[in-house]
């Protein structure tokens, strides 16, 4: 359950996708790096919040307990810890595993790719975390799933809000929780699983609401910044500091058109200290399909100061951001359009097929591949001996390969090589 395979035209659509994203990150001078797939469990459990009930646990395997990574950000900063790395820009493309209820429909499975670029070292503040949202923005904008919204937030900020509403600082991580849960339901609902299941008073809950339904850009920024109480509250004033700062640097970037700072984004993990954002799209335009794809969050990330600490000896503190792109929701929706356009995929790279027209030309074919695969050319041929022209031909069609080297007894006896176009049927002797 929630796992499953993929035939050669979802891999090619893929691999395009995979690459897309991979490109992005290597224009902005990322390294790739590789971690394996099985963790200690200590390192995994309690860095995820609510979502630690979801990572799957290996039985002890001769005196170690592991688990299966559920992201590629906690065996990054285990990474940093362990090699003593205190500056890097990397980008990792791997499988992680979460014993989630799958949703196959909206690209939520137990095993999935996840595509993570991070900024890892000491920096003045907010350069490198513009740096992440503009990843967000180009990957988004080139990949064309239509419209698209960034919003951002920092956890200071959101720490600031519960502080001067009355939450005590041990319902923080669960009332956070309840927060982010806005975007999916009404505040009726949020407010009443705070008050019913979380524990906060009625009042607290209220005040919250006041502040968590805002969202706008740099004139809220400065609208909180003049607000009596948050502005005294030491974490919250730091946070809008830096917001400021950052739609600063959007805005050199040209990307505000597409962020909003969203005061109800809480993103759930525990290991967030500061910015942190989430892209969603905004609708799917599709005249073939009646329901609209909803696939919520596509991209999200964050700054986690303290993580590479809690995995060093000596407690160094390695400041970091980064982030996720969801790969496996974006790959659902380009899947569904392909599928409703009725475009044929093609799932091999192949230049060439070395054809004869003839019988018992079969050693003139492997002599004719043989010279292509060496001169770096992909070529492919039927595994038959006396094939019929026509089924070669045919192949070619059903295939998508371009073009067809044909030789004949008379080529053999010229030394040229008649090479046909497969879409337009011209064929020129070489």
């Not at 239509?146 to 509403?165: E, H, Q």
Request: with cysteine; hydrophobic share 40%.
């Amino acid at each position: 359950q929630g796992t499953r395979d993929h035939p050669p035209a979802q891999a090619a659509l893929r691999e395009r996708l995979l690459s897309a994203v991979g490109s992005c990150f290597k224009w902005h001078g990322a390294a790739a790096i590789d971690t394996p797939v099985l963790e200690l469990r200590e390192t995994l459990i309690g860095q995820y919040g609510e979502g630690s009930k979801l990572i799957y646990e290996l039985q002890d395997q001769g005196g170690e307990l592991l688990a299966l990574r559920y992201d590629l950000t906690v065996p990054f900063a285990r990474y940093l810890a362990m090699n003593k790395i205190t500056n890097m820009k990397r980008y990792h493309v791997a499988k992680v595993y979460r014993r989630d209820n799958p949703a196959m429909t909206r690209g939520r499975y137990r095993e999935f790719y996840q595509c993570d670029f991070d900024i890892a070292g000491q920096f003045d503040p907010m350069i490198p975390d513009a740096e992440c949202l503009k990843i967000v923005h180009e990957v988004l904008s080139d990949l064309q799933l239509g419209d698209f919204l960034i919003k951002v937030n920092d956890r200071r900020i959101l720490s600031g809000v519960f502080a001067i509403c009355g939450v005590p600082e041990s319902k923080f991580i669960p009332a956070c929780a309840t927060v982010d849960k806005l975007d999916k339901v009404p505040w009726e609902e949020v407010r009443s699983e705070m008050v019913g299941e979380k524990g906060l008073s009625p009042e607290a809950a209220d005040r919250i609401g006041e502040y968590v339904q805002l969202h706008g850009g740099l004139d809220l920024i400065e609208r909180l910044l003049q607000d009596p109480k948050l502005s005294q509250n030491k974490q919250a004033k730091e946070g809008l500091g830096d917001m400021k700062l950052l739609f600063e640097y959007l805005t050199l970037f040209g990307i505000t058109g597409k962020i909003s700072f969203d005061l109800s984004l809480a993103r759930g993990l525990d290991y967030y200290t500061g910015v942190i954002f989430e892209a969603v799209l905004l609708q799917q335009e599709n005249e073939h399909v009646e329901e609209p794809v909803s696939v919520g969050s596509v991209a999200g990330g964050g700054r986690y100061d303290g993580l590479v600490g809690m995995f060093d000896p000596k407690g160094r503190k390695v400041p970091c951001v980064g982030v996720s792109i969801g790969i496996e929701r974006i790959f659902s929706i380009l899947e569904q359009r392909l599928e409703a356009s009725g475009e044929k995929l093609r799932t091999t790279e192949t230049q060439v097929l070395v054809a004869t027209p003839q019988k018992h030309l079969l050693a003139a074919r492997l002599k004719l591949i043989s010279e292509l695969w060496d001169a770096g050319i992909k070529a492919e041929m039927l595994y038959r001996k006396d094939p019929k022209l026509l089924k070669q031909l045919q192949y070619c069609e059903d295939t998508g390969i371009p073009l067809a080297a044909i030789v004949g007894e008379q080529e053999l006896a010229d030394g040229v090589v008649k090479l046909r176009d497969v879409a337009t049927r011209e064929e020129v002797r070489m």
